[in-house]
């Protein structure tokens, strides 16, 4: 006798109990820590908060250590939790002018007000597996100044005394910003909701995306104008007692791309930009964002949109990892009912077919 | 640490609000697509976080819940929603259809009638009917806007010259209210007709593209076709090999690796509730009690 | 008694009273006025740059005017300016009473559909719901545009250069449209195709009392088809008249000079 198939509650506490005795692993090396997360994974954290949108560090090490360090499901917890949580109102804008920085570089010019410092970064490292960090490393003390108190002004502002770069787009006092967590996104979308769109985006997608400009799929001649890392403070205007509050400081990457100028002949030509900014030190996907900014503005700009990065509603449509994620592996579950509506027909278009091709072949038979 | 902490539903009142409204308007505007702010759920996008926004939104502590999965409340997408809410909201849970007054739903519409005190919500993956035909969301609402249809038209059109028959056998779409084509979420075609002029409240989610629509009841739903290439329902022409019903959607099973098929109802709840009153197929010998006794869940 | 329809043929069906359009400081049509007339074939000419594709994109509705209007007589003898008329109108206008036949077929045509699709989609559109009467009336007209109805199901990717022209002409006049708007419709085709393709609009144009405009800088063409012909240079017609008078007798020197260039003895 056949008997359906049951017992899915069942099924699904084993595979949940075994998930769990697979993330703890062997049992008899010592459990991993947030703060070892936190410390030692601290870009994978980044990450997670970038992409998460969520500035917390010990909740990004959790979700890491929870979703077994797939740094695409880790987002997806960030997210869920955040959606829940209440919002009183949005920070005032964050002066990156004023970031204390620990890492600042600018491919545009040889020196800068408040100089380059290069700080923490893989860049000049060879890549070589290192022996040495397989265990009981330990560093040399870093190499420490006294903290500068020369002014560290962003390369944009210093072209955009001249001219030379266009002024970005002030918004209107008391506009609100668009925030696409909270209403539907709707094409074309103003470039508060874009940033927003790019500033979560998967990094693996926009630096796909941004490569994809500088390879001439919609080109747009970039300069590095200046990467800084550091941080900033977050401050909240409290309506009743009528002025800002500190919150707290964050550490931020931005990126500000200087690209192909414009002009016409009403219109003396500069420089345009394209922005990126992110939690955490994260200058892959600022950069990239960056890029991907600036390909997105061409219908702004008057320029012919024909390549994918140019694309808003291509890229903003599948630059979210958790919605992509998500639908690729809905795949998975079962599709059992619609198979079988397709199966009847397939095989309904088969019969037919086969009649049709039938009466020669029983003619041949009586001949 | 912020130690989370959730609402009634698992969604804040804030958003159960907005929802709300994206529901009221579907409703007053039968097969329009509305579009929401669909949150992040703790659940993945395409795994019916949709659906279980609009059932979080519209859900009492009195309402009596129900769950299916391929018309199944046994599949584990279905069990795993049904146990989000009775954690989340402490809701009375059924696999009865008529008991519920909320039924959330993929792929199918039970094969038991639905009442005027039920809420059907159905988990949409795509709600654009014209997409694969026309990728741009602007566009296609701008063929919306117009009841500018013809191109769905020319796919039908193809799929006969091609075919000898319009060849969609789910998501076949259907005109809402002689204005608006939807997409009725991927159910089997069978499922088309029991939409029209249906007591219940019909809701469709879709989060990950962020839309909410709605038949309201007793609402003129139109399976597409042409005069001479009606509509037709399809169904494999056996009956049920469990509770010998001839009017219910059947899955079809593979017994062995020698060709050996049987075909059981698709809708759990129906096939044991008429097993339960004494209808037995070809291969259920055992009476109902036993079989479920049988069962690996007991 | 009143002959309504000869009545109705006295009326324009289409006037433009001063148009000018300019993309920044180029004027690309200054000052563009005429009358065209039911069943009246007028061919605009001129080189590259004259302006001459602008002006159809802005009788055909397409881009708007800087200045001065259109107006269109509807199916109810309603004159209309073309810039008071909503979306939905003016898309409709388009599968119904005009017809619009492109240069290059990729733009008037569904590439991947079938033959038979492309030409009902129009019909399907306005309410038929038949697909016998639609595929029936699509065979007619593949016929009657000389293409094989057993290709009826290819679609057009699969089909010449010429015979693609012509099943975008097909599509186009399934509804009767009352006027036609073409741009280069012979341009990118070899001489014999051409000539063919020439052949059988005329037919159809004669056959279906159709109006049409037609944009070409091949004065051929515009021998050919049309009633009337407007010369334009710099945005502006500069020359306007029966097409033989004006092809065989021009006035202005421009127009001499054309005439003499491309028109050999």
Known sequence: MYVAVKGGERAIENAHRLLADKRRGDQSVPEITLDQISEQLGLAVDRVMSEGSLYDRELAA???????????????LVRAFRATLPRFGASEPVDTGAMRVQRRVSSTFKDIPGGQILGPTFDYTHRLLDPALAQGFVPEAPAMADASTAPTPRVTDILGRDGLIESSPQAEDGASVGDLTREPLNFPADRDLRLQNLARGDEGFLLAMGYSTQRGYGRNHPFAGEIRFGEVEVEFLAEDVGFAVPLGSIELTECQMVNQFKGSATEAPCFTRGYGLAFGQSERKTMSMALVDRALRARELGEEAL??????????????????????EHLKLPHYVDFQSELGLLRKLRKEFTDAQAPDAMKEAAE | MNAPAYNFAYLDEQTKRMIRRAILKAIAIPGYQVPFASREMPMPYGWGTGGVQVTAAILGPADVLKVIDQGSDDTTNAISIRKFFAKTAGVATTTATED??????????????????????????????????????????????????????????????????????????????????????????????KMDNCPALQLFGAGREKRIYAIPPYTQVVSLDFDDHPFEPYRFNAPCALCAAEDSYLDEIVTDDKGGRMFVCSDTDYCESRQAAGHHGSLSAAPYKEKAQGGING | MVDQAALENDQPLLVATSISKSFGRIAACRDVSFALYPGEVLAIVGESGS??????????????????????????????????????????????????VHQDPAQ????????????????????????????????????RVEIDTARIDDAPRTYSGGMR???????????????????????????????????????????????????????AVARLLSHRVMVMKGGRVIETGLTDQVLDDPREPYTQLLVSSILPP
């Open chain 2, 100 to 193: 519920a007054t909320v039924i959330q739903t993929r792929h199918r519409i039970p094969e038991t009638a639905l009442s005027e005190n039920q809420v059907l919500v159905y988990q949409v993956p795509i709600p654009e009917p014209l997409r694969f035909l026309e990728p741009r969301e602007t566009e296609t609402r701008r063929m919306h806007a117009l009841a500018e249809y013809g191109l769905m038209h020319v796919k039908l059109y193809e799929d006969i010259a091609r075919f000898g028959h319009i060849a969609t056998a789910y998501a076949y779409p259907v005109k809402v209210n002689a204005r608006y084509v939807m997409d009725p979420s991927p159910t089997p075609k069978f499922d088309n007709p």
């Open chain 3, 165 to 219: 022209q012509r099943l975008q002409i097909a599509r186009n006049l399934v509804t009767e449209p009352r006027l036609v708007f073409m741009d280069e419709p012979t341009g990118g085709l070899d001489v014999s195709v051409q000539a063919r393709l020439l052949d059988l609009l005329r037919s159809l144009v004669a056959e279906l009392q159709l109006a049409v405009i037609i944009v070409t800088h091949d004065l």
């Open chain 1, 307 to 328: 390549a994918p990065a140019q694309d808003e509603e291509f890229v903003m449509s599948h630059s979210d990892n958790v919605q992509a994620t998500g639908f690729v």
């Open chain 1, 62 to 76: 959790l979700a890491i250590k929870q979703a077994r360090g797939d740094l695409i499901e880790a987002i997806f």
């Open chain 3, 108 to 143: 008037g045509l569904r590439m991947a559909v079938s033959a038979g699709a492309n030409v009902g989609e129009r019909l399907m559109a306005v309410g038929w719901n038949h697909y016998g009467r639609i595929r029936e009336t699509a065979s007619d007209w593949l016929t």
């Open chain 3, 51 to 100: 302006g001459k594709s602008t002006l159809l994109q802005l009788l055909s509705g397409q881009l708007a005017a800087s200045a001065g209007h259109v107006s269109y007589r509807m199916r109810d003898g309603v004159a209309r300016d073309l810039a008071s008329l909503g979306e939905a109108e003016r898309r409709f206008l388009y599968r119904t009473d005009w017809g619009f």
